[in-house]
C-alpha cells in the first residue's frame, strides 16, 4: 500500500493506493441486462419541457383540435411562467402530465396527430 496526500478545494485528504504489479486483472462481470424501454407514445409530434420546471396548467385534453401558436400548458421555471405553444395544428393525441407535476429539461408533456 501506497500513502498519498491529495488536496481538493483546499481540503487534504489522505488516500491509500494498493499497488497491483504482476497480478492477474480482477475479472470482470458481464454487464447488467438493459432495463426494458418504456411505452412509446403514440405515433406524432412529441411536445416536450424546454426546460424543468413545476406544470401550473394543462389547457389541453387528448382529442382536442388545437391551432399553432396556441398555449398548451404554462410551465414554471425560475419563478418565470412559460407558455408551451402548439407548434402546428392538430389534435391532442394524448397528454402525458397534469397540473402541479414537476418535469425534467426534455419531459414529454402531450403528443399532437
Same mark, same amino acid.
Not at 33 to 51: K, L, S, V
Not at 73 to 99: Q, W, Y
Given at each position: ?18 499497488? =497491483? ?25 412529441? *411536445? ?6 413545476? *406544470? =401550473? ?14 398555449? @398548451?400548458? *404554462? @410551465? ?7 407558455? *408551451? ?26 403528443? @399532437?396527430?
Amino acid at each position: 500500500m501506497k500513502k498519498y496526500r491529495v488536496t481538493v478545494n483546499g481540503t487534504v485528504y489522505e488516500v491509500e493506493l494498493e499497488e =497491483l504489479t504482476g497480478a492477474a486483472p480482477a475479472p470482470v462481470s458481464a454487464p447488467a441486462a438493459a432495463p426494458a424501454p418504456a411505452a412509446a407514445p403514440a405515433a406524432g409530434e412529441q *411536445i416536450t419541457a424546454p426546460m424543468p420546471g413545476t *406544470i =401550473l396548467a394543462v389547457n389541453v385534453s387528448a382529442g382536442q383540435a388545437v391551432k399553432k401558436g396556441e398555449v @398548451l400548458m *404554462i @410551465l414554471e421555471a425560475m419563478k418565470m411562467e412559460n407558455e *408551451i405553444m402548439c407548434p402546428r395544428d392538430g389534435v391532442v393525441a394524448s397528454v402525458h402530465t397534469f397540473k402541479g407535476s414537476a418535469v425534467e429539461s426534455g419531459a414529454l408533456l402531450c403528443v @399532437l396527430q
